[in-house]
């Protein structure tokens, strides 16, 4: 990508971005270069424009909601940090023994429990913790688009709801979306390998 | 006084040589094989250094990845699969998972805006502007380096600069006094010797090396001619095979005057940047140009914006609607020796050419495909894409069935439709929905 010499030393804050998110030096630097391919106007940062333009992601049903998770609380600006912490929710689980980490460190972005959070909050656009009966509909119709009729969509709505409530408040809370999803296998659905 | 008579010495045989080595040769068509003898002491040099970065180069750093290999390791079943899916199953929450990590896996690496940026090369061919992970490696390469930028910038670029000078010059002059010529077919031979001759000096200018393939299928006249698109230069290379009408937009500056000497001479098909907006114009034109079986085969490149030659992108159907015979072209160009894709948005005009003097060569190659024509029942689109495969094919690219002008504008609405479309089925289709669920 680009004609650019870009070492690891150039990678900002790499130490600490290593550290947060657990990705190797190798995906550190491919990812910077993907940074810096897609900000088309070198500005340093990209912006909600530069993420539209990608043309598979323009297509994807779910597109805008993914670029709106790049962009929490307003930011219209998203650094390479913030960039790649998004991404690390994404990172494949890694196979040593989870007992041995330290329960004082936070947990890792890519833990079952983040990746859930991150499917979570793409259903969830209030942020008040609850996805109720109304976002679940504005997600299917954009799954759907115009395919699919309003009583049809607002019956799957209704009963996806009832499935996963358990505690009758009309709405699933992030417990309820989770145990919903306890037997699916949320390390091999929402993880991306990036080859060296 | 000395020193300007040295200086009007050097310059005057300097300028002797050029006109005797080059000039004159490329007038007649004839080649003197010094341009062979320099490629041939470049590829050694290459070689060489190859094998030092290889001895060189430490295990474990390897961020090389050819242009075909993904850095993603994907997973490419189709939506049915990666939905857990049989068809007719019911909405579950876990399917937001599929789409955002299709979403995700686009942001990090898709098959489009790769190709708008210059292909990362397997091994340094000793440019600085190639070198992404070359570390230092020994001071023989050090210097073999050195010494490359000094042969590139001290004794190549004044040469090939002289060259295009004359060059165009040359094109400029010539096209305008055979445009004072009435019509007639001494007027089309000068025309021709004139564009010809200049066109092999201005490669000459690039150091180009062009391979022509199958020159029994060269574009005849009242045909079109289509090839991939990479840089302005793919119209030098394809011109100095034979003479072709031109079709584009008027531009300013120094490509305007160009465009309007050319035109005296032999009739191109320039359009005002008004004009390219309004299709019907456009093809009516292009219709009358083709129609006309004597003049000579219109040059369009259907992709409509330079692509960096890893792969071939979509081919507007505007071009596919004139009818007539279709001479398709494969373009390739060997990045070792030069980077001859013009990234727009990075480079303008002149830095782009200023680089491509800079480099070792432009070493591409040309293959001709026999002419196709549209079929019964085929529509533009459909012509367009097997026109585009057969490029693909020839030249060894990747086919991608986006739009070139995604680098600029936003992509259809169409394509996510379908993928709705689809999905729709799945949880719908079958009729399988439980209505009496409430």
């Known amino acids: ?170 709405a699933v809370s992030f417990l309820e979306f989770t145990k919903s999803l306890e037997k699916m296998n949320i390390e091999q659905k929402m993880s991306i390998r990036i080859l060296k | 006084m000395e020193g300007t008579e040295l200086v009007t010495k050097v310059l005057s045989t300097w300028l002797t040589l050029v006109l005797g080595l080059i000039l004159l040769p490329s007038a007649f068509g004839v080649s003197l094989g010094i341009s062979e003898v320099y490629m041939k002491i470049l590829v050694k040099t290459l070689e060489w250094a190859t094998l030092r970065i290889e001895k060189g180069a430490p295990k474990e750093s390897v961020l090389k990845s050819s242009a075909s290999v993904g850095i993603i390791q994907r997973d490419e079943s189709p939506m049915e699969k990666g939905l857990s899916g049989l068809r007719g199953r019911d909405f579950e929450l876990s399917d937001v998972f599929y789409f955002s990590k299709k979403g995700l896996e686009a942001i990090v690496e898709d098959e489009v805006t790769q190709r708008f940026s210059s292909e990362e090369l397997v091994s340094w061919n000793l440019l600085t502007r190639t070198n992404i992970n070359f570390h230092y490696i020994s001071p023989r390469l050090t210097m073999v380096w050195v010494l490359g930028v000094l042969i590139r910038y001290c004794v190549l670029l004044p040469l090939r600069v002289t060259l295009a000078f004359i060059g165009i010059s040359l094109l400029v002059l010539g096209t305008t006094l055979v445009g004072q010529l009435p019509d007639s077919s001494l007027k089309t031979r000068l025309s021709e010797v004139v564009h010809l001759t200049c066109c092999r000096i201005c490669v000459r200018a690039l150091s180009g090396t062009i391979h022509y393939h199958n020159k029994q299928y060269r574009p005849q006249k009242g045909g079109i001619c289509v090839a991939n698109h990479t840089s302005p230069i793919d119209v030098l290379i394809l011109t100095t095979d034979g003479c072709y009408a031109m079709v584009g937009q008027v531009h300013g500056g120094l490509m305007g005057v160009i465009q309007r000497a050319m035109v005296k001479a032999c009739p191109h098909v320039w359009f005002e940047r008004s004009e390219m907006k309004d ?127 995604l680098k600029r504008a936003k992509v259809k609405d169409t394509f996510k439709e379908e993928q709705q479309k689809n999905y729709s089925k799945m949880i719908v289709g079958n009729g399988a929905l439980n209505l009496d669920s409430d």
């Open chain 1, 1 to 170: 990508m680009g004609a650019r010499a870009s070492h690891a030393a150039a990678v900002p804050g790499a130490e600490r971005i290593r550290r947060e998110t657990g990705f190797s030096q190798a995906c550190l630097l491919r990812l910077h270069h993907r940074f810096q391919a897609l900000d088309r106007n070198n500005k340093g940062y990209l912006s909600r424009v530069d993420l539209q333009q990608i043309g598979a992601l323009a297509v994807n049903p779910l597109g805008d909601r993914i670029i709106d998770s790049f962009f929490p609380d307003g930011n219209h600006q998203l650094d390479f940090p913030g960039f790649v912490r998004v991404l690390a929710h994404f990172r494949p689980v890694d196979e040593e023994d989870p007992g041995v980490r330290d329960p004082k460190q936070p947990e890792p972005l890519n833990s079952r429990m983040n990746k859930l959070r991150f499917a979570f909050q793409l259903y969830d656009l209030d942020r008040d913790g609850k996805i109720s009966r109304n976002e679940m509909l504005q997600v299917l119709r954009l799954m759907v688009g115009v395919q699919v009729t309003e009583e049809q969509l607002e019956s799957i709505a209704d009963r996806t709801v009832q499935e996963a409530d358990e505690d009758g408040d009309g």
């Open chain 2, 279 to 405: 299709r019907h114009l456009v093809t009516k034109r292009l219709k009358e140009h083709v129609a006309d079986k004597k003049k000579l085969p219109i040059l369009i490149f259907p992709e409509g914006t330079c692509i960096n030659n890893t792969s071939v992108m979509m081919f507007k159907k505007g071009s596919f609607e004139i009818g007539g015979t279709i001479h398709p072209v494969a373009i390739k160009y060997n990045p070792q020796f030069g980077d001859a894709f013009w990234n727009s948005s990075k480079y303008n005009m002149v830095s782009y050419l200023l680089r491509v003097m800079t480099s070792w060569a432009i070493v591409c190659d040309v293959w001709y495909l026999p002419p196709m024509t549209r079929e019964e029942g085929e529509d533009a689109v459909q012509f367009a894409n097997r026109v585009k495969s057969a490029i693909a094919v020839q030249g060894g690219l990747t086919e991608l069935p986006w739009d070139g002008s």
